[in-house]
DNA sequence: GTTGGTGCAAACGCTTTGCATCCAT
DNA sequence: ATGGATGCAAAGCGTTTGCACCAAC
């Protein structure tokens, strides 16, 4: 996080893209939920730091980041216009139910699962999406 | 699928539903389709069958046939408002990027990565949630 | 005969778009 | 300086809702 700001300037600017206070605001406050966020509720947050950010440009800009696989859309259920920070490496989302909280778990066993599909079925597997939901240690606790 | 108009009927008036034909018709699209269906799509073909059937009709019943657990929605995507019919058992879809068709897989490996999971990070997996894409045997082939 | 279901059309709300202005480069 | 990004407001469009009528029970 410390050398950040640079990386991602650079990683905009060798895109052929500008870094701007709206796009930086809007990735600072997905790195810093720990659950994934509401377009609606990103917005307010950005607008916290700069004011007069118009709903459009958050609209603009997820879909940037999410193209440069930055971010990541959540669908569950009916929601399907939640984001999250890409993890760095192949993770998978672990969201609470309760509290909304999105940990990462790494491990994949899709691997194996799709070579086995692939020998069974013809199917070639090219990519996977997974979601597991569950209640986090916290909200299992008795309050 | 030979007494299912029966027992579909019986599963709709336990419900305290009714067993109209509309909502016969887009159950009998789905059941048929080998791909998963769009609403305008489910719509399109139900009004071959019943052609005055308005797309707010469409939209209520697939909410009651997914609350009811008979259809799947789909999310792929952009594409949120895709149906298929629930497979029977625990299965997961496997859906061809080029055709849209959707294979089952039962196998599930989730059960043992829920338990890995619980065990390192406390949090209890309740549901999961994985779809997997990739290219049948037929897009596949060289035409 | 009841009551839930349907069709229609209007309302609604989220998302996209056009355009003038602004600002990162 | 200049082209991409933004803010605003209008347009667009998928979805939902209200209501009178209809049909399943």
Chains 1, 2 share one sequence.
Do not use: W
């Amino acid at each position: 996080m410390a050398a950040k700001g640079k990386s991602i300037k650079e990683f905009f600017h060798n895109r052929g893209l500008k870094c701007t206070p709206q796009r930086l605001a809007v990735l600072s406050i997905l790195e810093e939920s720990p659950k994934h966020l509401s377009i609606q509720e990103i917005h307010r947050r950005v607008k916290k730091i700069l004011p007069d950010t118009g709903l459009a440009t958050i609209y603009r800009t997820l879909e940037i980041l999410v193209d440069l696989g930055l971010v990541l859309r959540v669908h569950q259920g009916d929601e399907c216009q939640n984001y999250v920070m890409a993890p760095l490496g192949h993770q998978h989302p672990l969201v609470c139910t309760d509290c909304g909280k999105v940990l990462d778990f790494a491990e994949c066993p899709m691997e194996d699962v799709a070579q086995r599909i692939t020998e069974q079925t013809g199917f070639s597997v090219e990519k996977h999406f997974v979601q597991l939901f569950g209640k986090c240690r916290q909200c299992q606790a008795p309050l």
